[in-house]
């Protein structure tokens, strides 16, 4: 049986802060998926080579597959399952769905996490920025332009939202 | 009854803009795949995979591993006696190896553990002893003789099989022709690399019943091949196909994994996962074949086809797999993009040590597609006629046949290629951008679903049941997979429509050997056509009982019956109406309990000789497209700036959908003509010499980043055929195939090389510049088509000599016949 031992670990995941004991070697997309089943979180390489595990670390996009869930003691980590505010999809979820920003959807919580993380510190990205910050998401099906597509649409409704909410206020 | 006609002005759901069913259980990582599925006292499966090439294997020794602490099950060969495969004709796997591996990832042992890392360590304490024979590397290797061929059914050395066909006398029509044009291409073989990692779940239940939860694009052959490897009924076995992380091909045999963790399951009575690491599919393939081809074209001088000689020859790697389909295809579809007034051609496929090839994303077609597009351009070039206008002069009529028998539907291709041509500015462009940018152009067509299934039989190719009741809820059954292509919503859309709800009110099951009909899969583009026309029908019949309760009731004419809105109404007076679940109430008091049925089969084909089973289908699309690029001449690199594509569907379900199925087709198609490559090599000798696998991981395996993709600008050519649901043709491979040779094209027209090979990579490109520098032949390509031993042809006229679709004897017949396009008898004909 595998010999690793187990650690107690502490992260804070999708607002909930969780408590695990976790084997030593397991990395961070192991610990979400096995041990805390958010399974939203896809693999498609487990070797940083596609994107499918991306979840956000503080804030920052990371490749799951390839951090050791030790690294994230005290972190907070963000997936697929956080994205919605309860019954509130986020805006890059609509557009996805809109905009046939997914087929397969294999790559899409992927690339929910990675477009978050981007529109979070780029308001209005151009497409290039798009391109950018979205080209270590591999996807097989779309051939990624309405996945840009939706991206733009997701800025427009944020910045659209916000306005309007700073309009209310005024 | 009450059917009315459909048409684009009353339809409420088909032909708009919609959120497919699945988006938002996607977006929120809620769908289930199959590695997402955890059982109650799981087990974990792991497969000890062949180091070498070929070999005998004399021994496998487990009993280190057996007694590993946490192992529960170790199984070899011998626990799997019957073979399988996917085709009747080439039962040639095992679950595990029993006496042979044929390449390097043959599988020949599996540990059922309690996670996967105790499954890993314990496969390195399994001795296997080997007898290592000699590797087959390549084609031409395996048209040598040999001692020990990788399969005792092949038909000579390492031929797998070899095919001869010719539809008229192709000798007599390209003697004929003003101009006989021969060229030799190369298209390596790729992968489909879906971004899901193959994975199954199998579970027993106490009674002796085992469920398997796979990503399979083919739960019905799945349910088939385990009946058939685990000698145990059918009936008692479950294939639960899970939403495919896409599948492209990859997905449609039944695997060898599917089979071991099913097996473990009953031995163990627990739930065993297996799921491949990216290597492994890697090494599973099934991939496209690489193709070496040959064109003898004869052409008069206005441009029309007399008649074609083609000859392929396919790597089909170490295994039957779908391979003697995949060479029928590198042929049999040829016919159908353009009139061909006589085809003659040969085809033959090899094994070789190296992972199976099998069907990918429009299976066996891109490989001559791209051959016969970038020979027309050479014709065009040569006889100094437009490529556009070459093509548009060779387009057949509609609900023609062709010279193989194939019946032709709607053909929108002339449309296709006026609106690119007028779309991307072509006639500003051809010939005209400076040195360095060029636009090239090219064509397709494809199947909307295969007209004979794999196996012979007389039953429907899809069957849907719609089950309704008093809560007014609707479910329907089909056996179909949804593989990201949105076949789920394309059933719950057309039940909507005829049903006149809502899609939130239909839910469905799919893709279930349990509770859901047979459908055949999700292969040759043939979801939408056949388990639409089943949705339409069994939508039809619940309507119609619903429509004849509601009459009776409300005392209208049933023919009066209208259905929109949630509400069942009178159509002259929609204020006399009751709400669909009135309806569905009053439909179960006057009929008891309410279910109907749909079922469909394809046509029956016109072409009545042996083999004549490849290739018809009930409809076929038609694509055009034109690439744009620009040639960096001091790097050899090429950037697809935009392409421009139009595509004949029929009739467009849900526009967005098929979109962003065409932008996808195209994004292969670039990956394909510029960088995908499932290449092998050989270790170095000191290491093993072992054949093994150039790029099995996703970041040597080259495709498309975000940052590569071009722009796409779709247009959808909509003309409803008559055998499609609501007039649907297929749109998941057609828009694929004019890509490779759009490129190429493109690429001549911008630097004048000629790269007659796919991929068309930089050191190839740098390779044609400087033959053209040094004032050479400016060509990348195979030089000569090897010499092949071919069967005598089964000769069959074309259907305008006479033919009757028959394999006929050939002399005779072949003088008394008048060709077809061909009036004047010509001449010499040139070489080119
Ligand atoms: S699974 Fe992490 S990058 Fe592919
Ligand atoms: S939607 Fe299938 S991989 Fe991106």
Same mark, same amino acid.
């Given at each position: 049986?595998?010999?690793? @031992?187990? !650690?107690?670990?502490? &992260?804070?995941?999708?607002? %909930?802060?969780?408590?695990?004991?976790? /084997?030593?070697?397991?990395? *961070?997309?192991?610990?979400?998926?096995?041990?805390?089943?958010?399974?939203?979180?896809?693999?498609?390489?487990?070797?940083?080579?596609?994107?499918?595990?991306?979840?956000?670390?503080?804030? @920052?996009? !990371?490749?799951?597959? &390839?951090?050791?869930?030790? %690294?994230?003691?005290?972190?907070?980590? /963000?997936?697929?399952?956080? *994205?919605?505010?309860?019954?509130?999809?986020?805006?890059?979820?609509?557009?996805?769905?809109?905009?046939?920003?997914?087929?397969?959807?294999?790559?899409?919580?992927?690339?929910?996490?990675?477009?978050?993380?981007?529109?979070?510190?780029?308001?209005?990205?151009?497409?290039?920025?798009?391109?950018?910050?979205?080209?270590?998401? *591999?996807?097989?099906?779309?051939?990624?332009?309405?996945?840009?597509?939706?991206?733009?649409?997701?800025?427009?409704?944020?910045?659209?939202?916000?306005?309007?909410?700073?309009?209310?206020?005024? | 009854?009450?059917?009315?006609?459909?048409?684009?002005?009353?339809?409420?759901?088909?032909?708009?803009?919609?959120?497919?069913?699945?988006?938002?259980?996607?977006?929120?990582?809620?769908?289930?795949?199959?590695?997402?599925?955890?059982?109650?006292?799981?087990?974990?499966?792991?497969?000890?995979?062949?180091?070498?090439?070929?070999?005998?294997?004399?021994?496998?020794?487990?009993?280190?591993?057996?007694?590993?602490?946490?192992?529960?099950?170790?199984?070899?060969?011998?626990?799997?006696?019957?073979?399988?495969?996917?085709?009747?004709?080439?039962?040639?796997?095992?679950?595990?190896?029993?006496?042979?591996?044929?390449?390097?990832?043959?599988?020949?042992?599996?540990?059922?553990?309690?996670?996967?890392?105790?499954?890993?360590?314990?496969?390195?304490?399994?001795?296997?002893?080997?007898?290592?024979?000699?590797?087959?590397?390549?084609?031409?290797?395996?048209?040598?003789?040999?001692?020990?061929?990788?399969?005792?059914?092949?038909?000579?050395?390492?031929?797998?099989?070899?095919?001869?066909?010719?539809?008229?006398?192709?000798?007599?029509?390209?003697?004929?022709?003003?101009?006989?044009?021969?060229?030799?291409?190369?298209?390596?073989?790729?992968?489909?690399?879906?971004?899901?990692?193959?994975?199954?779940?199998?579970?027993?239940?106490?009674?002796?019943?085992?469920?398997?939860?796979?990503?399979?694009?083919?739960?019905?052959?799945?349910?088939?091949?385990?009946?058939?490897?685990?000698?145990?009924?059918?009936?008692?076995?479950?294939?639960?196909?899970?939403?495919?992380?896409?599948?492209?091909?990859?997905?449609?045999?039944?695997?060898?994994?599917?089979?071991?963790?099913?097996?473990?399951?009953?031995?163990?009575?627990?739930?065993?996962?297996?799921?491949?690491?990216?290597?492994?599919?890697?090494?599973?393939?099934?991939?496209?074949?690489?193709?070496?081809?040959?064109?003898?074209?004869?052409?008069?001088?206005?441009?029309?086809?007399?008649?074609?000689?083609?000859?392929?020859?396919?790597?089909?790697?170490?295994?039957?797999?779908?391979?003697?389909?995949?060479?029928?295809?590198?042929?049999?579809?040829?016919?159908?993009?353009?009139?061909?007034?006589?085809?003659?051609?040969?085809?033959?496929?090899?094994?070789?040590?190296?992972?199976?090839?099998?069907?990918?994303?429009?299976?066996?077609?891109?490989?001559?597609?791209?051959?016969?597009?970038?020979?027309?351009?050479?014709?065009?070039?040569?006889?100094?006629?437009?490529?556009?206008?070459?093509?548009?002069?060779?387009?057949?009529?509609?609900?023609?046949?062709?010279?193989?028998?194939?019946?032709?539907?709607?053909?929108?291709?002339?449309?296709?290629?006026?609106?690119?041509?007028?779309?991307?500015?072509?006639?500003?462009?051809?010939?005209?951008?400076?040195?360095?940018?060029?636009?090239?152009?090219?064509?397709?067509?494809?199947?909307?679903?295969?007209?004979?299934?794999?196996?012979?039989?007389?039953?429907?190719?899809?069957?849907?049941?719609?089950?309704?009741?008093?809560?007014g809820a609707v479910t329907v059954y089909c056996g179909a997979t949804d593989v990201g292509q949105g076949s789920d919503?394309?059933?719950?859309?057309?039940?909507?429509?005829?049903?006149?709800?809502?899609?939130?009110?239909?839910?469905?099951?799919?893709?279930?050997?349990?509770?859901?009909?047979?459908?055949?899969?999700?292969?040759?583009?043939?979801?939408?056509?056949?388990?639409?026309?089943?949705?339409?029908?069994?939508?039809?019949?619940?309507?119609?009982?619903?429509?004849?309760?509601?009459?009776?009731?409300?005392?209208?004419?049933?023919?009066?019956?209208?259905?929109?809105?949630?509400?069942?109404f009178d159509v002259e007076d929609p204020n006399r109406n009751m709400t669909f679940q009135q309806a569905v109430i009053?439909?179960?008091?006057?009929?008891?309990?309410?279910?109907?049925?749909?079922?469909?089969?394809?046509?029956?084909?016109?072409?009545?000789?042996?083999?004549?089973?490849?290739?018809?289908?009930?409809?076929?699309?038609?694509?055009?497209?034109?690439?744009?690029?620009?040639?960096?001449?001091?790097?050899?690199?090429?950037?697809?700036?935009?392409?421009?594509?139009?595509?004949?569907?029929?009739?467009?379900?849900?526009?967005?959908?098929?979109?962003?199925?065409?932008?996808?087709?195209?994004?292969?198609?670039?990956?394909?003509?510029?960088?995908?490559?499932?290449?092998?090599?050989?270790?170095?000798?000191?290491?093993?010499?072992?054949?093994?696998?150039?790029?099995?991981?996703?970041?040597?395996?080259?495709?498309?980043?975000?940052?590569?993709?071009?722009?796409?600008?779709?247009?959808?050519?909509?003309?409803?055929?008559?055998?499609?649901?609501?007039?649907?043709?297929?749109?998941?491979?057609?828009?694929?195939?004019?890509?490779?040779?759009?490129?190429?094209?493109?690429?001549?027209?911008?630097?004048?090389?000629?790269?007659?090979?796919?991929?068309?990579?930089?050191?190839?490109?740098?390779?044609?510049?400087?033959?053209?520098?040094?004032?050479?032949?400016?060509?990348?390509?195979?030089?000569?088509?090897?010499?092949?031993?071919?069967?005598?042809?089964?000769?069959?006229?074309?259907?305008?000599?006479?033919?009757?679709?028959?394999?006929?004897?050939?002399?005779?017949?072949k003088r008394a016949a008048k060709m077809h396009t061909m009036d004047k008898v010509k001449g010499a004909s040139e070489?080119?």
């Open positions: 049986m595998s010999g690793s @031992k187990k !650690v107690q670990l502490h &992260l804070n995941v999708n607002n %909930e802060d969780m408590h695990v004991l976790v /084997e030593s070697s397991k990395t *961070l997309l192991e610990v979400l998926r096995e041990d805390l089943t958010l399974t939203g979180t896809k693999h498609g390489c487990e070797l940083g080579e596609c994107g499918a595990c991306t979840v956000l670390k503080d804030g @920052k996009p !990371v490749l799951s597959c &390839l951090l050791l869930a030790l %690294e994230c003691e005290d972190a907070q980590i /963000e997936t697929i399952e956080g *994205l919605a505010d309860k019954d509130q999809l986020h805006p890059l979820q609509l557009a996805f769905a809109q905009h046939g920003g997914l087929q397969c959807g294999y790559c899409t919580p992927g690339m929910l996490m990675t477009a978050k993380a981007l529109l979070e510190n780029e308001a209005r990205p151009t497409r290039a920025q798009i391109r950018e910050a979205l080209s270590g998401n *591999l996807c097989r099906c779309t051939g990624y332009q309405q996945v840009i597509e939706s991206v733009e649409e997701a800025a427009i409704t944020i910045e659209e939202t916000e306005n309007s909410a700073a309009g209310v206020k005024s | 009854m009450s059917h009315r006609e459909y048409s684009s002005d009353t339809f409420r759901i088909i032909g708009k803009p919609r959120v497919r069913i699945d988006a938002l259980s996607k977006v929120t990582g809620q769908t289930l795949f199959a590695d997402d599925i955890s059982l109650p006292r799981m087990l974990h499966c792991k497969l000890l995979r062949s180091s070498l090439p070929h070999a005998l294997i004399e021994t496998v020794d487990v009993s280190r591993a057996s007694a590993h602490p946490g192992v529960q099950l170790v199984l070899t060969g011998e626990d799997f006696p019957v073979e399988y495969g996917i085709l009747p004709v080439s039962q040639d796997e095992r679950p595990l190896c029993r006496d042979k591996v044929r390449f390097v990832g043959d599988p020949v042992a599996a540990v059922i553990a309690c996670d996967e890392q105790t499954a890993c360590e314990a496969l390195s304490l399994i001795d296997v002893s080997y007898q290592p024979l000699p590797t087959i590397a390549t084609v031409a290797e395996a048209l040598q003789a040999t001692e020990a061929p990788l399969q005792n059914y092949a038909e000579e050395h390492n031929i797998h099989r070899r095919l001869a066909y010719s539809f008229g006398d192709v000798d007599e029509a390209l003697a004929q022709a003003d101009h006989v044009f021969e060229d030799t291409f190369l298209y390596e073989g790729n992968t489909h690399m879906a971004m899901e990692q193959h994975a199954s779940v199998a579970a027993t239940d106490p009674d002796g019943r085992v469920t398997l939860w796979s990503s399979t694009q083919c739960p019905h052959y799945v349910h088939r091949a385990l009946a058939k490897a685990l000698e145990m009924p059918a009936a008692h076995i479950r294939v639960i196909a899970c939403p495919n992380g896409g599948g492209f091909g990859g997905k449609t045999d039944p695997f060898n994994h599917e089979i071991v963790v099913t097996k473990a399951s009953m031995l163990l009575g627990r739930p065993v996962k297996i799921c491949l690491t990216r290597q492994e599919v890697f090494y599973c393939h099934r991939g496209r074949h690489q193709v070496t081809m040959k064109f003898r074209t004869g052409v008069n001088n206005d441009g029309k086809l007399t008649g074609m000689h083609l000859q392929t020859l396919l790597d089909g790697g170490a295994y039957g797999s779908y391979g003697i389909a995949s060479t029928f295809y590198t042929t049999a579809l040829q016919p159908v993009t353009y009139q061909l007034p006589r085809y003659s051609w040969e085809a033959c496929r090899v094994f070789t040590n190296k992972p199976p090839s099998g069907p990918k994303r429009g299976h066996g077609t891109p490989q001559p597609r791209f051959g016969q597009e970038v020979q027309l351009d050479k014709i065009a070039e040569k006889l100094q006629i437009d490529p556009a206008k070459l093509r548009l002069g060779m387009i057949a009529p509609a609900n023609s046949l062709t010279c193989n028998f194939l019946k032709v539907g709607t053909i929108g291709l002339a449309e296709c290629i006026d609106r690119v041509v007028s779309r991307s500015g072509w006639k500003d462009k051809h010939k005209k951008l400076p040195r360095g940018r060029g636009v090239g152009l090219a064509c397709g067509a494809y199947m909307s679903g295969a007209g004979t299934a794999i196996y012979w039989n007389k039953m429907p190719h899809s069957g849907v049941q719609i089950k309704l009741d008093r809560s919503d394309v059933l719950v859309s057309l039940v909507t429509e005829v049903l006149g709800i809502e899609t939130i009110d239909v839910k469905c099951v799919t893709g279930d050997t349990d509770l859901t009909p047979v459908d055949l899969g999700s292969y040759s583009s043939r979801v939408t056509l056949m388990m639409g026309n089943a949705a339409i029908e069994a939508a039809e019949r619940a309507r119609d009982l619903i429509a004849s309760a509601v009459a009776e009731k409300l005392e209208i004419a049933v023919d009066h019956i209208g259905f929109a809105e949630r509400l069942v009053c439909a179960e008091e006057k009929h008891g309990t309410m279910a109907t049925t749909g079922s469909y089969a394809p046509p029956k084909s016109a072409a009545r000789f042996p083999g004549g089973g490849v290739g018809p289908s009930p409809t076929y699309s038609y694509t055009a497209a034109v690439a744009e690029v620009e040639v960096d001449e001091a790097s050899g690199v090429v950037e697809v700036t935009r392409i421009y594509i139009a595509h004949d569907i029929g009739r467009s379900l849900n526009p967005v959908q098929v979109e962003g199925q065409v932008i996808g087709g195209v994004y292969m198609g670039v990956g394909e003509a510029l960088m995908e490559e499932s290449g092998s090599r050989r270790l170095p000798p000191k290491l093993s010499d072992a054949l093994v696998h150039d790029n099995p991981s996703m970041l040597e395996y080259k495709t498309l980043t975000m940052h590569d993709m071009p722009e796409v600008c779709v247009d959808i050519i909509e003309n409803p055929d008559p055998n499609g649901p609501f007039g649907a043709k297929e749109v998941g491979q057609g828009p694929l195939l004019p890509i490779m040779p759009a490129i190429a094209n493109a690429i001549f027209d911008a630097v004048g090389v000629r790269v007659d090979e796919v991929p068309i990579t930089p050191v190839k490109v740098l390779k044609a510049l400087e033959m053209q520098a040094a004032g050479h032949d400016a060509r990348v390509g195979p030089k000569a088509f090897p010499n092949i031993e071919w069967p005598q042809a089964m000769f069959v006229l074309p259907p305008w000599e006479g033919g009757d679709g028959k394999a006929s004897n050939r002399p005779e017949r070489q080119t």
